[in-house]
């Protein structure tokens, strides 16, 4: 049965709540999908934001905090 994951974009000044979140069969997959997003993203991210980084948080469907990952280059 899938759970729904959401990812945020958060730094020390901003958090970018995802109100759709993903559907993923465990947190795994979950995680495999913030790093697909991450690797989406990062050049672009790290690049214009280097004295503020970016982390890309994962909560479930509960809200709980499951998973952070750094955004780098």
Known sequence: MAT???FELANAET???DPEGVEAANLEEALQEARSVI???ADEIAEDHREK???LLVRDSAGWLVG???IRK
Do not use: G, Q
Request: aromatic share 20%.
């Open 39 to 41: 690797a989406e993203m």
């Open 53 to 55: 980084p970016w982390t």
């Open 68 to 70: 952070r990952l750094p």
């Open 4 to 6: 729904r994951f959401y």
């Open 15 to 17: 958090m970018i709540r």
